[in-house]
Nanobody, 131 residues
């Protein structure tokens, strides 16, 4: 599995942005996908920002719930993260991740992606929010 993120940019406080992640080699089903974020000099934020199962059930971190939406287009093998009402603390490198043989729903994916030894990671795309 290979992951390639795009869509990162500099935006104003309160603005919106949509990130994409093309996932190559994803099976027809039985997988987990998710988004993480990382601030320079700080460990990857504990846990996923958002997780989605192969059937589209989702789960979110409290810090982004109601503002961010994770989705996927299986015909394009692409994962998305739509971000609204962006705040300065949302500035980070956003990294997508995949886990084959996920076997659970959105909540399972959200909790398992950061700890599974076989999780695959992208390189990340930078989002900067300015006031």
């Amino acid at each position: 599995v290979q992951l390639a993120e795009s869509g990162g940019d500099s935006v104003q406080f309160g603005g919106s942005l949509k990130l994409s992640c093309v996932v190559s080699g994803l099976p027809f089903g039985d997988y987990c996908l998710g988004w993480f974020r990382q601030v320079p000099g700080v460990e990857r934020e504990l846990g996923a920002i958002a997780g989605i199962s192969d059937i589209g059930t989702t789960s979110y971190a409290d810090s982004v719930k109601g503002r961010f939406t994770i989705s996927q287009d299986t015909t394009k093998a692409t994962l998305y993260l739509e971000m609204n009402s962006l705040e300065a603390q949302d500035s980070a490198k956003y990294i997508c991740a995949a886990l084959l043989r996920g076997g659970g729903g959105g909540e399972y994916c959200y909790r398992t992606l950061p700890i599974a030894p076989t999780t695959e990671w992208g390189q990340g795309t930078q989002v900067t929010v300015s006031s």
